[in-house]
């Protein structure tokens, strides 16, 4: 997956995100601003972006 960075333009690329790769996991998540589920896969690779699932979030406040 890191190697589908090496050479792309990406916004993401270089910048810290949060990932189980620590823990023996595989999962990395980017939390982008972004009009459409197509547009924030717009900005990952070809690769990453046809493996990737976007989930809307947004922030709540906890009483």
Do not use: Q
């Amino acid at each position: 997956m890191f190697a589908a960075f090496k050479g792309s333009s990406s916004p993401l690329r270089r910048k810290a995100t949060v990932a189980s790769c620590r823990w023996g996991g595989h999962a990395i998540w980017w939390t982008v601003d972004a009009a459409s589920e197509d547009d924030a896969l717009d900005l990952l690779p070809p690769f990453v972006a046809e493996r990737t699932t976007v989930t809307r979030v947004s922030e709540v406040e906890i009483p």
